[in-house]
């Protein structure tokens, strides 16, 4: 009777202990969904942060008259030069494009009229014209892209109010990327300070591997980035293409957004390839590109991931999609080192595991107490 009401309680105390993990873990993701834009901006200040360190390092090295540079004064060097790349682009390489965006369409309807011209005179291609009606749809669609261009422009409130809203998110993390940047290594070393030595150690150990980690990601992809853009100029100005320094700058930005961002910035070109020379310099572009994506997404990337970042492609790959889906871009900028900070995580948790083993195995089995012998007569 006692050893049943022993069983009935224990089952009562496990059943309670579940519903409070459970409820427990409920409150969290309703906390995590309220919060979540401050998490998405606190996630971009750390990466930011880390990213920049390196450089910030580097500013701090100058010396004027023998003396450096106060860090205060290197991160604002630094953040000066990413204003004024951003700026860069803004003016010099999004400006024309949008320019030549707007000059072209008035024009698209005499495109489309030799684009017709040319298609009367083939004959394998009006059988498919008179199938699908490729032609008529094309001119509908040129007629009514004025227009549609006209509207967007009343838009602008709305687009607006969106980059109003970017504007103070992208201020929030720059505010707290420098104070991460000024402060957060001695801070770092100040907390794990109060830590036993072991647990220290193994801290520090941590971070610094998760630091390296970031920087090796950062400098992969602003590697890549600038192979395809100069490769991209050298290519559009064998095939004389206008806009050549413009669209290798805007290529080699898009390739930092993972998944689609080479691919967005290859079919960017191709329409301007397009009006350019048809279909020589499609043919060429395309088929260069489709070289140069393979290459890069099957061999280089992946190596040079696995040597910086130590992720193994198949888990890269899925670390941005499940990112992708949960924060969007910025989710999938953030996937791979996430992920590959987790698995620092799991690996110095089993070498933990692994110490506490060795450490208990090597512990002599207590003597069992000797009888004494009896004493002689």
């Known amino acids: 009777m006692e050893a049943a009401r022993i069983q009935g309680w224990a089952v009562v105390k496990v059943v309670a202990i579940t519903l409070l993990v459970i409820a427990i873990a409920v409150l969290l993701a309703l906390a995590v969904m309220e919060i979540r834009t401050t998490l998405r901006w606190a996630l971009a200040a750390i990466f930011l942060a880390l990213a920049l360190a390196p450089a910030v390092g580097l500013v701090e090295r100058v010396r004027i008259r023998g003396r450096a540079l106060p860090r205060w004064l290197a991160i604002l060097v630094v953040y000066v030069a990413f204003i004024a790349l951003f700026a860069f682009l803004l003016l010099h390489v999004i400006r024309p494009i949008i320019t030549e965006v707007e000059a072209l369409a008035p024009k698209l309807p005499g495109y489309v009229k030799d684009f017709e011209d040319w298609a009367n005179n083939n004959a394998q291609f009006q059988e498919l014209n008179q199938k699908f009606d490729i032609t008529q749809k094309l001119k509908s669609a040129a007629s009514d892209l004025p227009s549609e261009l006209g509207g967007a422009a009343g838009e602008a409130k709305t687009i607006t109010v969106s980059l109003l809203g970017n504007l103070v998110a992208a201020i929030t993390v720059l505010v707290i990327a420098f104070f991460l940047l000024i402060d957060g290594d001695r801070q770092f070393e100040r907390v794990t300070a109060r830590f036993t030595p ?24 602003l590697t890549l980035a600038a192979a395809v853009g100069v490769i991209t100029w050298l290519v559009l100005e064998l095939l004389g293409v206008d806009l050549a320094v413009p669209l290798a700058v805007l290529v080699a930005f898009l390739d930092l957004i993972p998944l689609i961002g080479l691919t967005l910035g290859g079919l960017l070109v191709a329409i301007v390839a397009i009006f350019h020379d048809f279909p020589i310099a499609l043919i060429v572009w395309g088929v260069f590109f489709l070289i140069y994506q393979q290459l890069q997404d099957r061999v280089i990337q992946p190596l040079m991931y696995k040597n910086a970042v130590q992720i193994h492609p198949v888990i890269a790959i899925i670390a941005i999609l499940v990112g992708a889906q949960l924060l969007g871009i910025l989710g999938a900028l953030l996937a791979i080192p996430i992920a590959a900070s987790l698995g620092v995580l799991i690996d110095e948790a089993a070498r933990y595991q692994r110490e506490h083993a060795d450490t208990a195995d090597a512990k002599p089995e207590p003597v069992s107490g000797a009888q004494p012998e009896p004493a002689g007569d």
């Not at 150690?201 to 992809?221: L, Q, S």
């Open 198 to 221: 072991s647990a220290r150690d193994r801290t520090r150990r941590i971070g610094d591997r998760i630091y390296r980690i970031i920087k090796g990601y950062v400098t992969v992809n």
